[in-house]
Protein backbone atom coordinates (compact mmCIF):
# COMPACT_ATOMS: atom_id res chain seq x y z
CA UNK A 1 0.00 0.00 0.00
CA UNK A 2 1.50 3.49 -1.43
CA UNK A 3 1.83 6.01 1.66
CA UNK A 4 0.60 8.79 -1.11
CA UNK A 5 -2.50 7.06 -1.95
CA UNK A 6 -5.36 8.59 -0.37
CA UNK A 7 -7.78 5.58 1.29
CA UNK A 8 -11.78 6.32 1.64
CA UNK A 9 -14.70 4.82 1.39
CA UNK A 10 -16.19 4.58 -2.12
CA UNK A 11 -19.79 6.09 -2.94
CA UNK A 12 -22.25 4.09 -1.68
CA UNK A 13 -20.49 2.87 1.47
CA UNK A 14 -21.45 4.02 4.79
CA UNK A 15 -19.65 4.48 8.33
CA UNK A 16 -21.96 4.25 11.57
CA UNK A 17 -21.52 3.30 14.93
CA UNK A 18 -24.59 1.04 16.67
CA UNK A 19 -25.43 0.29 19.90
CA UNK A 20 -22.72 -1.87 21.13
CA UNK A 21 -20.16 0.67 19.76
CA UNK A 22 -18.94 -1.09 17.03
CA UNK A 23 -17.84 0.76 13.72
CA UNK A 24 -20.29 -0.90 10.91
CA UNK A 25 -18.83 -0.51 7.47
CA UNK A 26 -21.46 -1.15 4.68
CA UNK A 27 -22.08 -0.89 1.29
CA UNK A 28 -25.27 -2.35 -1.10
CA UNK A 29 -23.55 -5.94 -0.64
CA UNK A 30 -21.00 -6.05 2.17
CA UNK A 31 -20.02 -5.03 5.29
CA UNK A 32 -17.73 -5.13 8.20
CA UNK A 33 -17.89 -4.35 11.51
CA UNK A 34 -15.15 -3.06 13.88
CA UNK A 35 -15.38 -4.35 17.52
CA UNK A 36 -14.46 -2.41 20.41
CA UNK A 37 -12.93 0.77 18.90
CA UNK A 38 -10.64 2.52 20.70
CA UNK A 39 -11.17 6.53 20.21
CA UNK A 40 -7.92 7.16 17.93
CA UNK A 41 -9.97 4.04 15.59
CA UNK A 42 -13.14 6.03 15.66
CA UNK A 43 -11.23 9.31 14.33
CA UNK A 44 -9.65 7.10 11.58
CA UNK A 45 -12.55 5.89 9.92
CA UNK A 46 -14.67 9.20 10.29
CA UNK A 47 -11.36 10.59 8.13
CA UNK A 48 -12.11 7.78 5.99
CA UNK A 49 -15.27 9.41 4.92
CA UNK A 50 -14.94 11.40 1.57
CA UNK A 51 -12.26 12.96 0.48
CA UNK A 52 -10.70 10.09 2.68
CA UNK A 53 -6.81 10.43 4.07
CA UNK A 54 -3.63 9.08 3.22
CA UNK A 55 -1.90 6.67 5.63
CA UNK A 56 0.56 8.76 7.08
CA UNK A 57 -2.59 11.13 7.91
CA UNK A 58 -4.28 8.62 9.40
CA UNK A 59 -1.57 7.51 11.34
CA UNK A 60 -1.06 10.73 13.11
CA UNK A 61 -4.23 9.23 14.76
CA UNK A 62 -2.42 6.90 16.71
CA UNK A 63 0.77 8.80 18.00
CA UNK A 64 1.06 7.66 21.54
CA UNK A 65 -0.40 4.97 20.64
CA UNK A 66 0.88 1.13 21.00
CA UNK A 67 1.84 -0.28 17.48
CA UNK A 68 -0.99 -3.14 18.30
CA UNK A 69 -3.48 -0.52 18.08
CA UNK A 70 -1.88 0.99 14.62
CA UNK A 71 -1.50 -2.83 13.12
CA UNK A 72 -4.96 -3.85 13.95
CA UNK A 73 -6.81 -1.05 12.46
CA UNK A 74 -4.64 -1.32 9.05
CA UNK A 75 -5.54 -4.81 8.78
CA UNK A 76 -9.36 -3.43 9.41
CA UNK A 77 -8.46 -0.78 5.80
CA UNK A 78 -7.76 -4.34 4.35
CA UNK A 79 -10.42 -6.11 4.71
CA UNK A 80 -12.48 -2.99 4.05
CA UNK A 81 -10.46 -3.00 0.75
CA UNK A 82 -10.95 -6.78 -0.09
CA UNK A 83 -14.78 -6.31 0.52
CA UNK A 84 -14.61 -3.79 -2.01
CA UNK A 85 -15.49 -1.24 1.08
CA UNK A 86 -12.48 1.63 0.35
CA UNK A 87 -10.55 2.65 -2.43
CA UNK A 88 -7.29 3.59 -3.11
CA UNK A 89 -6.52 7.52 -5.33
CA UNK A 90 -3.06 7.71 -6.66
CA UNK A 91 -2.39 11.74 -6.71
CA UNK A 92 -0.36 13.93 -8.95
CA UNK A 93 0.82 17.32 -8.52
CA UNK A 94 -2.38 19.08 -10.24
CA UNK A 95 -4.58 16.43 -8.35
CA UNK A 96 -6.41 12.68 -8.17
CA UNK A 97 -4.60 10.78 -11.13
CA UNK A 98 -6.49 7.44 -10.96
CA UNK A 99 -8.68 5.65 -8.06
CA UNK A 100 -7.87 1.92 -7.57
CA UNK A 101 -11.49 0.06 -6.50
CA UNK A 102 -11.00 -3.91 -4.69
CA UNK A 103 -13.76 -6.29 -6.36
CA UNK A 104 -12.70 -9.23 -4.27
CA UNK A 105 -10.97 -10.04 -1.24
CA UNK A 106 -8.34 -11.68 -3.20
CA UNK A 107 -6.75 -8.60 -4.12
CA UNK A 108 -2.94 -8.34 -2.41
CA UNK A 109 -2.33 -5.24 -1.53
CA UNK A 110 1.42 -6.00 -0.78
CA UNK A 111 2.28 -7.12 -4.32
CA UNK A 112 5.83 -6.32 -4.46
CA UNK A 113 6.62 -3.29 -6.84
CA UNK A 114 10.51 -2.21 -8.06
CA UNK A 115 10.63 1.74 -8.61
CA UNK A 116 13.95 1.00 -10.79
CA UNK A 117 11.94 -2.23 -13.11
CA UNK A 118 10.80 -1.59 -16.34
CA UNK A 119 6.85 -2.28 -16.95
CA UNK A 120 4.50 -2.84 -19.76
CA UNK A 121 0.79 -2.51 -20.17
CA UNK A 122 -0.16 -6.17 -19.64
CA UNK A 123 -2.27 -7.73 -22.98
CA UNK A 124 -5.44 -8.24 -20.53
CA UNK A 125 -6.14 -4.72 -19.45
CA UNK A 126 -8.90 -2.89 -21.01
CA UNK A 127 -9.80 0.69 -21.41
CA UNK A 128 -13.55 1.27 -21.20
CA UNK A 129 -16.77 3.60 -20.48
CA UNK A 130 -19.30 3.17 -17.27
CA UNK A 131 -21.37 5.80 -17.67
CA UNK A 132 -19.33 9.25 -17.25
CA UNK A 133 -16.21 6.97 -16.44
CA UNK A 134 -13.42 5.78 -17.98
CA UNK A 135 -12.39 2.57 -16.33
CA UNK A 136 -9.37 0.40 -16.36
CA UNK A 137 -10.02 -3.42 -15.97
CA UNK A 138 -8.59 -6.95 -16.28
CA UNK A 139 -9.25 -10.44 -15.73
CA UNK A 140 -6.19 -10.75 -14.26
CA UNK A 141 -6.78 -9.94 -10.87
CA UNK A 142 -10.06 -7.96 -8.64
CA UNK A 143 -9.68 -4.61 -9.17
CA UNK A 144 -10.54 -2.03 -11.56
CA UNK A 145 -9.31 1.45 -12.36
CA UNK A 146 -10.97 4.80 -12.54
CA UNK A 147 -8.90 7.62 -14.61
CA UNK A 148 -9.80 10.44 -12.96
CA UNK A 149 -7.19 12.69 -15.45
CA UNK A 150 -7.00 12.16 -19.18
CA UNK A 151 -3.13 12.42 -19.04
CA UNK A 152 -3.09 9.21 -18.15
CA UNK A 153 -3.76 7.71 -21.05
CA UNK A 154 -0.49 9.82 -22.33
CA UNK A 155 1.33 6.91 -19.49
CA UNK A 156 -0.91 3.93 -20.91
CA UNK A 157 -0.22 4.66 -24.23
CA UNK A 158 4.02 5.35 -23.37
CA UNK A 159 3.37 2.13 -21.38
CA UNK A 160 2.69 -0.20 -24.79
CA UNK A 161 6.29 -0.50 -24.91
CA UNK A 162 8.76 -0.88 -21.96
CA UNK A 163 9.44 1.99 -19.64
CA UNK A 164 10.97 2.76 -16.79
CA UNK A 165 9.52 5.26 -14.09
CA UNK A 166 12.09 7.56 -15.14
CA UNK A 167 11.67 7.58 -18.86
CA UNK A 168 7.72 8.30 -18.48
CA UNK A 169 8.10 11.47 -16.82
CA UNK A 170 10.79 12.21 -19.20
CA UNK A 171 7.97 11.26 -22.10
CA UNK A 172 4.64 12.51 -20.28
CA UNK A 173 5.98 16.07 -19.44
CA UNK A 174 3.55 16.57 -16.23
CA UNK A 175 4.48 13.11 -13.61
CA UNK A 176 7.13 14.01 -11.26
CA UNK A 177 8.94 10.97 -9.79
CA UNK A 178 6.54 10.48 -7.00
CA UNK A 179 3.26 10.70 -8.26
CA UNK A 180 5.02 8.35 -11.46
CA UNK A 181 5.77 5.79 -8.54
CA UNK A 182 2.68 6.34 -7.06
CA UNK A 183 0.64 5.71 -10.32
CA UNK A 184 2.42 2.81 -11.33
CA UNK A 185 2.71 0.89 -8.01
CA UNK A 186 -1.24 1.52 -8.11
CA UNK A 187 -1.41 -0.18 -11.82
CA UNK A 188 1.21 -2.86 -10.71
CA UNK A 189 -1.19 -3.90 -8.03
CA UNK A 190 -4.68 -3.99 -9.99
CA UNK A 191 -2.50 -6.44 -12.69
CA UNK A 192 -2.91 -3.94 -15.40
CA UNK A 193 1.11 -3.36 -16.21
CA UNK A 194 3.49 -6.41 -16.02
CA UNK A 195 7.09 -6.33 -14.97
CA UNK A 196 9.36 -6.50 -17.68
CA UNK A 197 12.87 -8.98 -17.58
CA UNK A 198 16.28 -7.67 -19.03
CA UNK A 199 14.81 -9.08 -22.27
CA UNK A 200 11.70 -7.06 -22.60
CA UNK A 201 9.76 -10.18 -22.26
CA UNK A 202 6.42 -9.47 -20.26
CA UNK A 203 6.70 -11.73 -17.08
CA UNK A 204 3.41 -12.50 -17.26
CA UNK A 205 4.33 -14.65 -20.39
CA UNK A 206 6.23 -16.33 -17.50
CA UNK A 207 3.39 -18.22 -16.39
CA UNK A 208 2.73 -20.83 -19.81
CA UNK A 209 -0.79 -21.72 -19.22
CA UNK A 210 -1.64 -17.94 -19.31
CA UNK A 211 0.52 -17.68 -22.39
CA UNK A 212 -2.25 -20.10 -24.09
CA UNK A 213 -5.32 -17.56 -22.85
CA UNK A 214 -6.26 -15.02 -25.69
CA UNK A 215 -7.67 -12.38 -23.95
CA UNK A 216 -11.23 -12.35 -24.81
CA UNK A 217 -11.32 -15.86 -23.56
CA UNK A 218 -9.95 -15.14 -20.12
CA UNK A 219 -12.16 -11.85 -20.22
CA UNK A 220 -15.10 -14.14 -21.02
CA UNK A 221 -14.44 -16.67 -18.22
CA UNK A 222 -13.60 -14.70 -15.63
CA UNK A 223 -16.60 -12.40 -15.92
CA UNK A 224 -19.20 -15.21 -16.11
CA UNK A 225 -17.74 -16.62 -12.88
CA UNK A 226 -17.83 -15.46 -9.43
CA UNK A 227 -14.80 -14.61 -7.49
CA UNK A 228 -12.83 -11.62 -9.42
CA UNK A 229 -15.11 -8.72 -9.87
CA UNK A 230 -17.80 -7.52 -7.77
CA UNK A 231 -20.65 -6.72 -10.77
CA UNK A 232 -23.77 -8.76 -10.30
CA UNK A 233 -24.01 -12.33 -11.31
CA UNK A 234 -27.19 -14.33 -11.82
CA UNK A 235 -30.74 -13.30 -12.30
CA UNK A 236 -31.03 -9.97 -11.66
CA UNK A 237 -34.80 -8.98 -13.30
CA UNK A 238 -32.92 -5.54 -14.24
CA UNK A 239 -35.12 -5.36 -17.16
CA UNK A 240 -38.39 -6.02 -15.43
CA UNK A 241 -40.72 -2.73 -15.10
CA UNK A 242 -38.52 -1.56 -18.41
CA UNK A 243 -39.19 -3.88 -21.06
CA UNK A 244 -42.06 -6.40 -21.38
CA UNK A 245 -40.68 -10.50 -21.08
CA UNK A 246 -40.49 -11.27 -24.29
CA UNK A 247 -42.68 -14.35 -25.63
CA UNK A 248 -41.75 -17.50 -24.51
CA UNK A 249 -42.03 -18.27 -28.35
CA UNK A 250 -41.32 -16.74 -31.37
CA UNK A 251 -43.85 -15.00 -33.18
CA UNK A 252 -44.07 -17.22 -36.41
CA UNK A 253 -42.61 -15.92 -39.96
CA UNK A 254 -45.28 -15.32 -42.65
CA UNK A 255 -45.71 -17.98 -44.80
CA UNK A 256 -47.13 -21.44 -45.85
CA UNK A 257 -46.21 -23.71 -43.15
CA UNK A 258 -44.89 -27.59 -43.77
CA UNK A 259 -46.44 -29.80 -41.00
CA UNK A 260 -43.70 -31.76 -39.80
CA UNK A 261 -44.47 -35.80 -38.45
CA UNK A 262 -45.10 -36.53 -34.98
CA UNK A 263 -43.72 -39.90 -33.90
CA UNK A 264 -45.63 -41.87 -31.74
CA UNK A 265 -43.62 -41.92 -28.40
CA UNK A 266 -45.05 -45.23 -26.64
CA UNK A 267 -44.48 -46.70 -29.70
CA UNK A 268 -40.61 -44.91 -29.61
CA UNK A 269 -40.16 -45.75 -25.89
CA UNK A 270 -40.61 -49.42 -26.31
CA UNK A 271 -38.62 -49.59 -29.50
CA UNK A 272 -35.70 -47.12 -29.04
CA UNK A 273 -32.09 -48.71 -28.09
CA UNK A 274 -31.57 -47.79 -24.51
CA UNK A 275 -29.87 -45.02 -22.99
CA UNK A 276 -26.34 -46.94 -22.05
CA UNK A 277 -26.43 -48.15 -25.95
CA UNK A 278 -27.11 -44.81 -27.61
CA UNK A 279 -24.55 -43.13 -25.35
CA UNK A 280 -22.00 -45.67 -25.94
CA UNK A 281 -22.56 -45.39 -29.60
CA UNK A 282 -22.77 -41.88 -30.13
CA UNK A 283 -20.24 -40.31 -32.28
CA UNK A 284 -19.74 -37.48 -35.11
CA UNK A 285 -20.49 -38.46 -38.18
CA UNK A 286 -19.10 -36.55 -41.85
CA UNK A 287 -20.43 -39.36 -44.12
CA UNK A 288 -24.08 -39.45 -45.85
CA UNK A 289 -25.93 -42.23 -47.15
CA UNK A 290 -26.93 -41.85 -51.30
CA UNK A 291 -30.34 -41.20 -50.29
CA UNK A 292 -30.83 -38.33 -48.10
CA UNK A 293 -32.46 -37.72 -45.06
CA UNK A 294 -36.63 -37.60 -45.06
CA UNK A 295 -38.94 -35.13 -44.07
CA UNK A 296 -40.39 -37.85 -41.81
CA UNK A 297 -37.18 -38.56 -40.06
CA UNK A 298 -36.30 -34.74 -39.56
CA UNK A 299 -39.81 -34.43 -38.71
CA UNK A 300 -39.42 -36.90 -36.04
CA UNK A 301 -35.95 -35.37 -34.72
CA UNK A 302 -37.37 -32.50 -34.05
CA UNK A 303 -40.33 -33.48 -31.90
CA UNK A 304 -38.15 -35.90 -29.88
CA UNK A 305 -35.72 -32.78 -28.82
CA UNK A 306 -37.27 -29.28 -29.55
CA UNK A 307 -41.83 -29.34 -29.67
CA UNK A 308 -42.92 -27.20 -26.88
CA UNK A 309 -44.45 -29.83 -24.52
CA UNK A 310 -46.49 -27.99 -22.43
CA UNK A 311 -47.18 -23.52 -21.94
CA UNK A 312 -48.06 -22.14 -18.73
CA UNK A 313 -47.48 -18.42 -17.17
CA UNK A 314 -46.18 -17.87 -14.00
CA UNK A 315 -45.73 -14.79 -11.33
CA UNK A 316 -42.14 -13.78 -10.72
CA UNK A 317 -41.77 -12.45 -7.53
CA UNK A 318 -39.47 -9.51 -7.29
CA UNK A 319 -38.21 -6.67 -4.79
CA UNK A 320 -40.86 -4.38 -5.65
CA UNK A 321 -43.84 -6.21 -6.94
CA UNK A 322 -44.05 -9.03 -9.02
CA UNK A 323 -44.55 -9.59 -13.04
CA UNK A 324 -46.16 -12.30 -14.94
CA UNK A 325 -44.25 -14.15 -17.32
CA UNK A 326 -44.73 -16.97 -19.93
CA UNK A 327 -43.24 -20.19 -20.49
CA UNK A 328 -43.05 -23.25 -23.02
CA UNK A 329 -40.95 -26.15 -22.08
CA UNK A 330 -39.48 -28.48 -24.69
CA UNK A 331 -37.96 -31.70 -23.62
CA UNK A 332 -34.31 -30.62 -23.29
CA UNK A 333 -33.02 -28.48 -20.06
CA UNK A 334 -32.43 -24.69 -20.34
CA UNK A 335 -31.46 -22.00 -18.36
CA UNK A 336 -34.46 -20.80 -15.87
CA UNK A 337 -36.79 -22.59 -18.23
CA UNK A 338 -36.51 -19.81 -20.70
CA UNK A 339 -36.24 -21.47 -23.76
CA UNK A 340 -33.80 -18.52 -26.05
CA UNK A 341 -33.04 -21.04 -28.97
CA UNK A 342 -34.27 -21.29 -32.08
CA UNK A 343 -33.55 -24.14 -35.12
CA UNK A 344 -33.17 -22.92 -38.37
CA UNK A 345 -33.63 -25.84 -40.61
CA UNK A 346 -31.17 -24.92 -43.61
CA UNK A 347 -31.77 -27.54 -46.48
CA UNK A 348 -30.29 -28.41 -49.12
CA UNK A 349 -31.00 -32.10 -49.14
CA UNK A 350 -34.29 -33.55 -47.52
CA UNK A 351 -36.85 -35.80 -49.17
CA UNK A 352 -40.26 -34.13 -49.21
CA UNK A 353 -38.74 -30.76 -48.73
CA UNK A 354 -37.78 -28.03 -50.98
CA UNK A 355 -34.52 -26.76 -50.68
CA UNK A 356 -34.15 -23.06 -48.84
CA UNK A 357 -33.91 -21.83 -45.19
CA UNK A 358 -36.71 -22.81 -42.65
CA UNK A 359 -37.98 -21.99 -39.04
CA UNK A 360 -38.91 -24.85 -37.13
CA UNK A 361 -41.96 -23.73 -35.25
CA UNK A 362 -42.07 -25.70 -31.76
CA UNK A 363 -45.48 -25.20 -30.85
CA UNK A 364 -47.20 -26.05 -33.42
CA UNK A 365 -44.21 -28.87 -34.98
CA UNK A 366 -43.70 -27.18 -38.06
CA UNK A 367 -41.32 -25.68 -40.64
CA UNK A 368 -42.09 -21.73 -41.82
CA UNK A 369 -40.34 -20.69 -44.64
CA UNK A 370 -37.74 -17.98 -43.74
CA UNK A 371 -35.86 -17.43 -47.23
CA UNK A 372 -35.34 -19.24 -50.65
CA UNK A 373 -32.50 -17.30 -51.85
CA UNK A 374 -30.18 -19.69 -53.01
CA UNK A 375 -27.25 -17.42 -52.46
CA UNK A 376 -27.71 -17.19 -48.87
CA UNK A 377 -27.79 -20.95 -48.32
CA UNK A 378 -25.24 -21.76 -50.29
CA UNK A 379 -23.06 -19.48 -47.97
CA UNK A 380 -24.34 -20.69 -44.89
CA UNK A 381 -24.08 -24.69 -46.52
CA UNK A 382 -20.73 -24.31 -47.43
CA UNK A 383 -19.46 -22.14 -43.98
CA UNK A 384 -20.77 -24.97 -42.55
CA UNK A 385 -18.94 -27.77 -44.99
CA UNK A 386 -15.60 -26.22 -44.09
CA UNK A 387 -16.09 -26.75 -40.73
CA UNK A 388 -16.63 -30.31 -41.09
CA UNK A 389 -14.44 -30.84 -43.56
CA UNK A 390 -17.56 -32.48 -45.95
CA UNK A 391 -17.43 -31.51 -49.89
CA UNK A 392 -20.37 -29.47 -50.19
CA UNK A 393 -22.60 -31.04 -52.46
CA UNK A 394 -22.60 -33.57 -49.37
CA UNK A 395 -24.50 -31.55 -47.14
CA UNK A 396 -28.04 -32.42 -46.92
CA UNK A 397 -30.05 -30.59 -43.73
CA UNK A 398 -27.75 -27.83 -41.51
CA UNK A 399 -29.49 -27.10 -38.10
CA UNK A 400 -28.74 -23.09 -37.49
CA UNK A 401 -29.42 -22.85 -33.10
CA UNK A 402 -29.92 -18.83 -32.66
CA UNK A 403 -30.97 -17.32 -29.70
CA UNK A 404 -33.30 -14.62 -29.07
CA UNK A 405 -31.15 -12.80 -26.74
CA UNK A 406 -33.70 -10.58 -25.33
CA UNK A 407 -35.69 -13.52 -23.30
CA UNK A 408 -32.11 -14.57 -21.84
CA UNK A 409 -31.06 -10.87 -20.79
CA UNK A 410 -34.19 -9.72 -19.33
CA UNK A 411 -33.78 -12.28 -16.33
CA UNK A 412 -29.94 -12.58 -16.20
CA UNK A 413 -27.13 -10.25 -15.63
CA UNK A 414 -23.28 -11.28 -15.77
CA UNK A 415 -23.78 -14.52 -17.24
CA UNK A 416 -26.11 -14.24 -19.95
CA UNK A 417 -24.02 -15.46 -23.11
CA UNK A 418 -22.58 -17.99 -20.50
CA UNK A 419 -26.03 -19.51 -20.06
CA UNK A 420 -26.69 -19.33 -23.65
CA UNK A 421 -23.52 -21.50 -24.47
CA UNK A 422 -24.57 -23.96 -22.22
CA UNK A 423 -28.32 -23.94 -23.54
CA UNK A 424 -26.60 -24.60 -27.03
CA UNK A 425 -23.98 -27.65 -25.43
CA UNK A 426 -27.42 -29.44 -23.80
CA UNK A 427 -29.49 -29.03 -27.27
CA UNK A 428 -26.55 -30.50 -29.27
CA UNK A 429 -26.34 -33.41 -26.79
CA UNK A 430 -30.04 -33.99 -27.16
CA UNK A 431 -29.62 -34.18 -30.77
CA UNK A 432 -26.61 -36.04 -31.05
CA UNK A 433 -28.61 -38.77 -28.55
CA UNK A 434 -31.98 -38.89 -30.68
CA UNK A 435 -29.57 -38.74 -33.97
CA UNK A 436 -27.90 -41.83 -32.96
CA UNK A 437 -31.22 -43.45 -31.81
CA UNK A 438 -32.75 -42.79 -35.46
CA UNK A 439 -29.45 -43.87 -36.90
CA UNK A 440 -29.09 -40.69 -38.86
CA UNK A 441 -25.68 -39.35 -39.24
CA UNK A 442 -24.94 -36.07 -36.75
CA UNK A 443 -22.03 -33.93 -36.34
CA UNK A 444 -22.46 -30.63 -34.05
CA UNK A 445 -19.99 -28.14 -35.64
CA UNK A 446 -17.86 -25.57 -32.96
CA UNK A 447 -18.11 -22.22 -35.54
CA UNK A 448 -20.60 -20.51 -37.73
CA UNK A 449 -20.71 -17.10 -38.95
CA UNK A 450 -23.41 -14.96 -37.15
CA UNK A 451 -23.40 -11.79 -39.39
CA UNK A 452 -23.71 -14.58 -42.47
CA UNK A 453 -26.99 -16.20 -40.75
CA UNK A 454 -28.42 -12.68 -39.47
CA UNK A 455 -28.51 -11.45 -42.92
CA UNK A 456 -29.87 -14.32 -44.67
CA UNK A 457 -32.76 -14.29 -42.10
CA UNK A 458 -33.17 -10.11 -41.78
CA UNK A 459 -32.74 -10.65 -38.30
CA UNK A 460 -31.18 -7.84 -36.00
CA UNK A 461 -27.27 -9.09 -35.26
CA UNK A 462 -27.86 -8.00 -31.12
CA UNK A 463 -31.31 -9.10 -31.16
CA UNK A 464 -31.74 -12.74 -33.15
CA UNK A 465 -28.65 -14.91 -34.55
CA UNK A 466 -26.96 -18.21 -34.65
CA UNK A 467 -24.77 -19.49 -31.74
CA UNK A 468 -24.92 -23.08 -32.57
CA UNK A 469 -24.50 -25.17 -35.46
CA UNK A 470 -25.29 -28.83 -36.19
CA UNK A 471 -24.60 -30.99 -39.09
CA UNK A 472 -27.55 -33.69 -39.70
CA UNK A 473 -27.87 -36.04 -42.78
CA UNK A 474 -28.81 -40.33 -43.84
CA UNK A 475 -26.18 -42.72 -42.26
CA UNK A 476 -24.08 -44.36 -45.28
CA UNK A 477 -25.29 -47.23 -46.56
CA UNK A 478 -22.66 -49.63 -44.79
CA UNK A 479 -23.63 -48.02 -41.24
CA UNK A 480 -27.00 -47.79 -41.52
CA UNK A 481 -27.95 -51.92 -41.08
Given at each position: MNSSWVIALPAGVTALTDEQGRVLV?????????????????????????????????????????????SRFLRFV???AGLGLACFTCLGDDGALATLEPTAPSLDLSESFSPESSYR????????RIGDLLVLETPLGPARVTIEDSRVLIVLAELRTPSTIDKLCDRTGFLSTESATSLI???????????????????EDDNASLR????????????????????????????????????PVRPNYPGEAVSLFRPDLERLAEGDPTLTAVCESRRSVREYGRRPITAEQLGELLYRTARVTSQYDADIELMDGSVRMGFAPRPYPC?????????????????????????????????????ADRRSLDELISCAASRAYVPCEKVQVLLVFAARFSRINWKYSGIAYSVILKDVGVLMQSIYLAATAMKLAPCALGLGNSDLFANAIGSD?????????????????????
Open positions: AGWDAGLALRNPTSAMLAAVEHLSYPGATLPELTRHFQHRSPGELRRLLSRFAYLHSLLAIARMITHVTPDGLPVQWEFHDLLFHARSRLGRHGDENGAMYHWAGVADPPPAGALYELEIYPVIQQCGGIAPGIYHHDPLNHALTPVSYYAETSVGEFLLGSLPEHESS
